[in-house]
């Protein structure tokens, strides 16, 4: 098991002027946390396209839906989760029960291209999607994501 982990949760009206909310509060997290200035970047872009995402898709015209946005704040990474069920998370449950992202799953993302998701892959550590009643996007950032990087330049000199 994980160590402790302090856990943050956000529901917000599936509509896009709450998308900006849900940005500024990953932006505050990833910052108190340490995170380099363009990792707070990646981190608020790849969950903004899951929130767009959820958003635009997860419910039919004139429905009411919620998008949860869920953060956990380990010494060594990052992990948000965001639903469009607008059901809360029981995050080790997630945990266990997403899996890679698997190319012939009808998520709707993929129907505008899969750039969404594509984005979203690129930008994070780790991306697992779960299919249930709704779409859950589980993103993992690492806290010394860059320190990787930059060792693997100085062996390449």
Do not use: C, W
Request: no cysteine.
């Amino acid at each position: 098991m994980d160590a402790a982990f302090d856990y943050i949760e956000m529901k917000v009206p599936a509509k896009p002027e709450y998308v900006g909310v849900i940005r500024l509060t990953i932006s505050g997290i990833a910052s108190r946390m340490g995170f380099s200035y363009e990792l707070i970047e990646d981190i608020k872009i790849a969950a903004s396209e899951a929130v767009t995402n959820a958003v635009q898709h997860a419910y039919k015209m004139n429905e009411d839906g919620e998008v949860v946005a869920g953060f956990a704040l380990y010494n060594d990474r990052l992990e948000v989760m965001v639903s469009d069920s607008g059901k809360s998370f029981d995050m080790r449950k997630i945990r266990r029960e997403t899996g890679p992202y698997n190319e012939k799953e009808n998520v709707e993302f993929m129907r505008e291209g899969g750039l969404g998701l594509y984005l979203i892959e690129s930008l994070m550590d780790e991306v697992n999607v779960q299919l249930n009643q709704g779409v859950s996007v589980h993103m993992t950032k690492y806290l010394k994501g860059e320190q990787v990087e930059l060792d693997a330049e100085k062996i390449s000199t």
